[in-house]
């Protein structure tokens, strides 16, 4: 008879959560690289290809528009087969994407490629993300998954800095060997998760008892079987029709608009930081270094907001975020013409300030929705928050070739409010509730 009493959520972290965190957070800092490395190259690949500002936004959103279509249906899939069978399927999509794109001679052909890339991304969001919140303990999970985000930047900054050497000496068509280097790291990738186990949770919902117990006792002990798992009164239905008669239809609105909200305006100015910096009177060398910049102040201030998870609470954190970097994003549209330090201020502002934002894109879907559903809610709102930010992100080059800077920055900065609101409005309180009891419409 089991005599351990101690519950999974109760557990220390151990040697296979911090490998579990590496195996997913590989993917965020994949992720970050490859959606980032597009903005640092793009002035060079549309010279070369010709393309002009309709296409350069259409090809800077195509990632966005794979993430959008493979996160509703992968979440949906992971559901049903299961997390590990899709944890490999990123890494080879990266890969393939990446190498392609060094041959590319039209807007068409890198259209397609970073489509796909983009399905990759898209899988990552409800796969790594769910099968990691089901193996962490609670005390530890907030700041894990909110971590994601910090490798995400992290991820994004290297980049930058990558990106800006191979330009400095890869010669005129360096701009290929950028997009490509990716597939190194989806390469490494691929091999840190060999032999990564199924989540016991997911095994349990499925009625796959013996299976869950084997991994159960590999990964926390001998002593520990299905008893030391909380009980869930799960939710059996996955459609978002369903979602919503069951009673989560609010909590999918809030994931959906937050996390739109918090991504729209970034991805749509980070896409293009070259563009935009030199929009707002920054150029040459304070563009480029700008950029890096901003990048690295988007880490801090995910490394800042991690640490106030567990603290400040997940709601008053998210409110805070978008109070201050919506200010932010108004400051840039009220002085767009300003110096170069006033720019660089604001610019960096809003990255500190949106990181609280950022790091809960990944905490809160996760922790609000139960196993059967977690998968499927976290890839609707990755699903949603992406096709808004394809559609910022085709629309930039021609909103600053038509409305200007100014506008551009002040219809951000609305965006940013309206996450505001919804937070204000919906936002809960998960801080310090086991898993099951955060998912837990009764609580």
């Known amino acids: 008879m089991n005599k351990n009493n101690t519950s999974i959520e109760d557990v220390p972290i151990n040697g296979f959560h911090q490998l579990m965190t590496a195996r997913a957070g590989g993917g965020w800092v994949l992720d970050g690289y490859i959606l980032s490395i597009i903005g640092v190259v793009i002035v060079q690949f549309s010279d070369y290809l010709k393309l002009d500002s309709f296409w350069q936004g259409l090809v800077a959103a195509s990632a966005m528009l794979g993430t959008f279509f493979s996160s509703f249906l992968c979440g949906w899939l992971t559901d049903k087969i299961g997390r590990k069978r899709l944890f490999f399927v990123g890494p080879i999509l990266f890969i393939i994407g990446s190498v392609g794109s060094f041959w590319v001679e039209s807007g068409m052909a890198l259209f397609i490629l970073r489509f796909l890339v983009g399905i990759g991304v898209g899988l990552e969001y409800p796969v790594a993300g769910s099968l990691l919140t089901e193996f962490l303990p609670q005390k530890n999970r907030g700041p894990r998954l909110a971590g994601l985000t910090i490798l995400w930047f992290a991820g994004a900054a290297l980049s930058y800095i990558v990106g800006n050497l191979i330009l400095a000496y890869g010669g005129d068509e360096a701009w290929r060997l950028a997009l490509a280097s990716s597939a190194v790291l989806g390469a490494l990738l691929f091999i840190v998760r060999l032999k990564t186990p199924e989540s016991p949770r997911w095994l349990m919902s499925k009625g796959r008892l013996d299976e869950a117990e084997r991994i159960i006792k590999q990964v926390y002990g001998a002593s520990f079987s299905l008893a030391n798992v909380p009980a869930q009164d799960a939710e059996q239905k996955v459609t978002l029709l369903d979602l919503v008669r069951s009673g989560y239809g609010k909590r999918m609105l809030f994931v959906s608009v937050f996390w739109s909200a918090a991504v729209v305006p970034m991805f749509a100015v980070y896409s293009f930081a070259p563009v935009v910096l030199g929009a707002l ?88 929705f139960p196993t059967e559903i977690r998968a499927f809610a976290v890839g609707m709102g990755a699903s949603m928050s992406r096709i808004g930010s394809a559609a910022g992100t085709w629309l930039v080059p021609m909103s600053l070739l038509h409305l200007g800077i100014n506008n551009t920055m002040l219809i951000a900065a609305v965006v940013s409010v309206v996450g505001l609101i919804v937070s204000v409005w919906l936002a809960p309180e998960t801080k310090g509730m086991s898993l099951e009891r955060a998912a837990s419409l009764a609580r």
């Open 281 to 368: 009177n920054l150029k040459g060398a304070w563009a480029s270094y700008g950029s890096v910049l901003i990048t690295l102040l988007f880490v801090v201030g995910c490394i800042v907001a991690t640490k106030m998870i567990d603290t400040l609470g997940r709601r008053p954190l998210i409110i805070h975020s978008f109070l201050w970097s919506s200010l932010a994003l108004l400051g840039l549209g009220v002085f767009s013409d300003g110096s170069e330090i006033l720019v660089l201020v604001l610019f960096g502002a809003y990255a500190l300030f949106i990181g609280g934002a950022q790091v809960l894109e990944l905490v809160y879907p996760n922790e609000l």
